[in-house]
């Protein structure tokens, strides 16, 4: 059985922002309504940043918007939620964490058979003239691409 796979949505800041050492699937504990929410792609990753405290992988800052059709029994939105990992997946992101610069990062929430995951980023951040150096490749990708698809369509 294949695993089906429906991305619902992606952190494109997080590769802007940081460099991407390592990627980790985790599961993550989600009360009544923050599913259907999530299904409906009202979340936000706006600063939000996993930390690990008394041995758990905590999400903080990241915002599933209340569900439209939900009672008062709806959730709160800024809830810090658990993230869901191996014991040993947990160790080797403690010690990168307590590496200098190293952070953890939601990249992207997707549907997994129907089980919401979140990919986590051990990243590392980067500096204003990295980010410079980010905007020039891109705009020279994207010129390359123009220049491509014009000489093929001719």
């Given at each position: 059985?294949?695993?089906?796979?429906?991305?619902?949505?992606?952190?494109?800041?997080?590769?802007?922002?940081?460099?991407?050492?390592?990627?980790?699937?985790?599961?993550?504990?989600?009360?009544?309504?923050?599913?259907?929410?999530?299904?409906?792609?009202?979340?936000?990753?706006n600063d939000s940043f996993a930390e690990i405290t008394n041995g758990e992988l905590w999400l903080r800052n990241f915002h599933i918007s209340e569900y439209s059709y939900g009672s008062v029994f709806n959730h709160?939105?800024?809830?810090?939620?658990?993230?869901?990992?191996?014991?040993?997946?947990?160790?080797?992101?403690?010690?990168?964490?307590?590496?200098?610069?190293?952070?953890?990062?939601?990249?992207?929430?997707?549907?997994?058979?129907?089980?919401?995951?979140?990919?986590?980023?051990?990243?590392?951040?980067?500096?204003?003239?990295?980010?410079?150096?980010?905007?020039?490749?891109?705009?020279?990708?994207?010129?390359?691409?123009?220049?491509?698809?014009?000489?093929?369509?001719?």
């Open positions: 059985m294949s695993d089906s796979v429906k991305v619902i949505a992606q952190n494109r800041k997080a590769n802007f922002e940081y460099f991407i050492e390592e990627k980790y699937e985790c599961g993550i504990v989600l009360e009544g309504t923050e599913v259907k929410s999530v299904r409906g792609g009202n979340i936000s990753f709160n939105p800024s809830r810090v939620k658990k993230l869901l990992v191996h014991k040993e997946e947990l160790k080797k992101l403690r010690r990168k964490v307590e590496e200098k610069g190293y952070t953890l990062i939601p990249l992207e929430v997707y549907l997994k058979s129907g089980i919401v995951k979140i990919k986590l980023g051990v990243c590392r951040g980067k500096k204003q003239f990295d980010k410079r150096e980010s905007i020039k490749e891109r705009d020279l990708n994207r010129e390359l691409h123009r220049e491509f698809k014009k000489e093929n369509f001719r």
